[in-house]
């Protein structure tokens, strides 16, 4: 009897032990960046202050709950290291406009100049592809449909693929998981190109794995961060994308990759080998 109920409770424990194991989906979302804004009101004028400290441009938004107010907001561009003030002439006697303003990375009028770049792996060593371009189970989305996961282990180290000045860094997060609930929970490092005008990310990166910080210049082959199992992941693997600014809407969309070796993302399948000579 006494030796029933001792593996009674012994597989009880066991099982509280694996629940307890399992990381939980975080509930704060962490910015890659920060910018200045202020909103002040008067009786007859609003008047916005962004300062954009990035090296990229910014698309700044602003919405409200007012739909009169609203037809006089259209989403505007700040320039790399700029700051503007936007003053509306509104009178109204609504006491909760409920003005939000959100920023995205990227000038949607740029003309963006494909380039060559190098692999994001280490040098003389064959990395396999886990996952290519325009594929399944997540490779089939505007944000990531020209993405390329290469196989590499956590701690590794990774390297910039393109010069640029880096914009963002995320690297607050300490798990990762296959649910879609884990997809914006992901440590990364974005860096933009001025003469192309493309983004590079860097993402699924370790807790506080980033070499780099906002407004640092990086160079193809630098080390730049390790390798975690953070976000939307069901195996250790870096995610590699690039991205433009869209034409139409707010954002920035995954774009098809030209390699040094003349190799483009879009013939990269799974289980193939690359190496960066």
Avoid at 162 to 171: E, I, L, W
């Amino acid at each position: 009897m006494y030796l029933r109920s001792f593996w009674v409770f012994f597989s009880v424990l066991i099982i509280l032990v694996r629940c307890d194991s399992v990381p939980k989906v975080p509930t704060l979302k962490v910015g890659q960046y920060s910018i200045s804004k202020t909103l002040s009101q008067t009786d007859s004028t609003l008047t916005f202050t962004v300062n954009n400290t990035l090296e990229s441009p910014l698309t700044i938004a602003i919405t409200t709950s007012n739909k009169e107010l609203q037809a006089l907001l259209n989403p505007f561009t700040l320039q790399a290291i700029r700051d503007t003030t936007l003053t509306v002439a509104f009178r109204t006697t609504d006491t909760d406009l409920n003005i939000r303003m959100a920023s995205y990375l990227g000038d949607p009028n740029k003309i963006i100049r494909d380039t060559i770049i190098q692999y994001p792996i280490p040098r003389n060593t064959a990395t396999k592809i886990i996952q290519g371009n325009e594929s399944t189970p997540t490779h089939n989305t505007d944000w990531s449909r020209y993405a390329v996961d290469f196989d590499i282990k956590v701690k590794d180290t990774i390297y910039a693929a393109d010069s640029g000045y880096v914009v963002g860094v995320v690297q607050a997060y300490t798990d990762g998981g296959p649910s879609p609930k884990w997809r914006d929970f992901s440590n990364f490092i974005t860096t933009y190109n001025k003469q192309s005008g493309i983004f590079t990310q860097y993402v699924h990166l370790y807790h506080n794995g980033s070499f780099v910080k906002i407004g640092d210049y990086i160079r193809p082959g630098d080390a730049i961060g390790i390798v975690g199992y953070t976000g939307q992941t069901n195996i250790e693997h870096l995610h590699f994308n690039r991205l433009k600014p869209k034409t139409s809407g707010l954002g920035i969309t995954s774009i098809p990759i030209h390699f040094t070796d003349n190799v483009p993302s879009t013939s990269l399948k799974r289980g193939q080998t690359v190496t960066r000579q």
